[in-house]
Nanobody, 118 residues
């Protein structure tokens, strides 16, 4: 009922930047309201963790490790959420996942790899 299409991952040097995009598509036959869009990441050998979240009301939440470097935003006309990542560090290397939260359930994107080489 909700499909998430991610793009923007890749490999960069430390100090570089990337912008991840997540386009949400809702079936015309579904009655769904997306309340929260978020970005999670999962480094190798570690659990998935919240990176940033954006509520329908405009509130944001960031992991301490990315505050001041990452920014989550949205373009309502394009139904897309973004994660601007600046000053990237090797510790940011992970698979990044987009998530849409609704009252009924959560939806996840396919994941996109971000690699910051040292």
């Amino acid at each position: 009922q909700v499909q998430l299409e991610e793009s923007g991952g890749g490999s960069v040097q430390p100090g570089g930047s990337l912008r991840l995009s997540c386009a949400a598509s809702v079936s015309r036959f579904s009655l769904i309201s997306i309340n929260v869009m978020g970005w999670y990441r999962q480094p190798p050998g570690k659990q998935r963790e919240l990176v940033a979240a954006l509520t329908r009301g405009g509130n944001t939440n960031y992991a301490d490790s990315v505050k001041g470097r990452f920014t989550i935003s949205r373009d309502n006309a394009k139904n897309t959420v973004y994660l601007q990542m600046n000053s990237l560090k090797p510790e940011d290397t992970a698979a990044y996942y987009c998530k849409a939260e609704t009252r009924q359930r959560d939806y996840w994107g396919q994941g996109t790899q971000v690699t910051v080489s040292s």
